[in-house]
């Protein structure tokens, strides 16, 4: 009898135990702290990366050292109760508030795991290092190669530390795939061009080439998006090289990175409510790019994520039928649910989600988000929690990026 119970116990604990380690299996986060576990102890890991700079060609470039935003062997849970974190203005229409209210909502449950962020926009000095001299006809200048000489376009822009921008999408990540084979090898490389994660993307993924990769999947069922993006690119979020970051992620940084911290946390434009410290067009930026390390920091070492150029955002919007041109950054939230109900590392819509490609209420648009506006844009526009969008394969003076690595 008494080896019976042991066997019966036995065969509890074991299932139990499987339970959980199916639990652990599905979030391997809950074997990591919360950031509230130890606010102090996390916070003191936060900030600047001392001897941090991006080396190339055995030469440190300037400006690109990073902060660690949430520490590795934390995660940070973020679940808003009110409205107190963003402020709308009272000309802000209610087809605006999917936009207006960030990546944090009240009763979205976000949980981020461990990352690091550049203290700065990507400069056109790094951009030029890692994607070479000529590279810089992308930027702002069109070259012309029976002279092999440039014709500068847009003098205003053009700098070794102002930020990169004239840059589309593919552009953009093929830049971070480059960075991340030269600095840390091939095998980190974010970016790929199939769904094993297989085929590293590169321009003619993009479509500045003829030929799609084998086993390519386009955006629609039928044609590649108008939009000239061939092949449509994928994240493999277990690699740990250069990426852009999220939206979620992009806010949570901006803000201070501390929730707790209420006063910094609800600020309007980035760990401040006084519009002077971002370069705006209240604050007389004027219609051009300032230095990537240019006003004051953020508490934990991030400079201009509000105004100056507007940072592109891996996270795709959709377009949802019947509400006109509404833009929809969070829908089907389902898709990266974690066992306990919080939304872990949300990446925004693809089309790869089978529950969005499943909804026909919805069309995929061509759009990426933009945070933190630019120096052309008035104060209000650079609201902290204000996602904008902007088109895949254009190119425009107001826009660059900055780049950040999963720990």
């Known amino acids: 009898?008494?080896?019976?119970?042991?066997?019966?116990?036995?065969?509890?604990?074991?299932?139990?135990?499987?339970?959980?380690?199916?639990?652990?299996?599905k979030s391997k986060n809950f074997v990591k702290c919360e950031a509230d576990y130890d606010r102090e102890a996390f916070t003191q890991k936060q900030g600047p990366i001392e001897d941090s700079e991006i080396v190339i060609d055995g030469e440190k470039i300037p400006y690109t050292?990073?902060?660690?935003?949430?520490?590795?062997?934390?995660?940070?849970?973020?679940?808003?109760?009110?409205?107190?974190h963003y402020t709308p203005r009272e000309w802000d229409s209610d087809s605006d508030s999917d936009s207006l209210k960030g990546a944090f909502p009240p009763g979205r449950k976000v949980r981020l795991t461990a990352f690091e962020m550049s203290q700065f926009e990507v400069s056109q000095r790094?951009?030029?290092a890692v994607m070479g001299e000529k590279s810089r006809s992308i930027a702002t200048e069109t070259y012309d190669s029976s002279t092999d000489r440039y014709f500068i376009q847009y003098p205003q822009f053009i700098?070794?530390?102002?930020?990169?921008?004239?840059l589309d999408f593919v552009e953009i990540i093929v830049f971070c795939n480059k960075l991340t084979e030269m600095t840390m090898g091939k095998a980190h490389i974010v970016y790929y061009a199939d769904q094993n994660f297989t085929i590293p993307y590169t321009y003619e993924h993009g479509g500045f080439a003829e030929g799609w990769p084998s086993g390519y999947k386009p955006r629609n069922e039928n044609e590649p998006s108008s939009s000239g993006i061939k092949c449509e690119p994928f994240m493999n979020p277990a690699k740990k090289g250069y990426r852009l970051p999220t939206v979620a992620e992009w806010e949570y940084a901006a803000r201070g990175a501390n929730p707790s911290n209420t006063e910094v946390w609800n600020a309007q434009y980035g760990c401040t409510n006084d519009y002077n410290d971002i370069w705006c067009e209240d604050s007389r930026a004027g219609n051009k790019n300032h230095s990537v390390k240019s006003k004051k920091e953020n508490p934990i070492g991030l400079y201009n994520m509000c105004g100056n150029a507007n940072e592109y955002c891996w996270d795709k919007t959709v377009w949802k039928a019947g509400e006109g041109s509404l833009i929809h950054f969070i829908t089907h939230?389902?898709?990266?649910?974690d066992v306990d109900g919080y939304i872990l590392n949300p990446r925004g819509n693809t089309w790869?989600?089978?529950?969005?490609?499943?909804?026909?209420?919805?069309?995929?648009?061509?759009?990426?988000?933009?945070?933190?506006?630019s120096h052309y844009q008035y104060a209000w526009m650079c609201r902290v929690y204000s996602i904008g969008s902007y088109?895949?394969?254009?190119?425009?003076?107001?826009?660059?990026?900055?780049i950040c690595r999963t720990l």
């Not at 700098?159 to 004239?166: A, E, H, S, T």
């Open 159 to 166: 700098g070794d530390d102002l930020p990169i921008v004239m």
């Open 1 to 25: 009898m008494k080896n019976f119970i042991f066997i019966v116990i036995s065969c509890f604990l074991l299932f139990s135990c499987s339970d959980v380690l199916q639990d652990l299996d």
């Open 126 to 128: 790094l951009y030029k």
């Open 391 to 402: 088109s895949e394969s254009l190119k425009n003076t107001e826009y660059g990026f900055r």
């Open 333 to 337: 939230d389902e898709a990266y649910l």
């Open 65 to 84: 050292s990073s902060s660690v935003v949430i520490p590795e062997g934390y995660h940070e849970d973020i679940c808003s109760v009110n409205e107190n």
């Open 352 to 373: 790869t989600d089978k529950q969005l490609y499943a909804d026909k209420s919805v069309s995929f648009s061509n759009y990426r988000c933009t945070m933190g506006r």
